[in-house]
């Protein structure tokens, strides 16, 4: 199984649908893919109710999109975050940079 992305506009807002696996050797397809939209501005949302993998090499993709995105002044999300995804960002303490919105909702600040 390989990543896979839905990319779709709503009321300003740009979700990012990510299913499959997000590790070393598809990190790019996602970073490729919102980087670029990033840089419109704005508030993107990358949903990870399909997310069924991630590893370092995903979660420092994330990190990398989340720098950009506060530099750049736009508002970075994340949704739907399954358990081990959750436990790979707090074993890291990554999690902390994190402000929690709601029970499935990650938001960066």
Do not use: W
Not at 36 to 62: A, C, E, F, K
Request: proline share 2%; glycine share 10%.
């Amino acid at each position: 199984m390989t990543l896979d992305l839905r990319i779709r506009e709503d009321s300003g807002c740009i979700l990012v649908d990510c299913s499959g696996r997000l590790v070393a050797g598809v990190t790019d397809v996602l970073y490729n893919e919102v980087k670029p939209l990033i840089t419109r501005g704005g508030h993107i949302v990358l949903d990870l109710t399909n997310l069924v993998q991630m590893d370092s090499m995903g979660l420092g993709t994330v990190m990398r999109l989340y720098v950009s995105a506060k530099s750049s002044g736009c508002e970075l999300e994340l949704y739907n975050l399954s358990r081990r995804v959750r436990e790979l960002f707090g074993i890291t303490g990554l999690l902390s940079v994190f402000e929690t919105c709601g029970e499935h909702r990650i938001r960066m600040p």
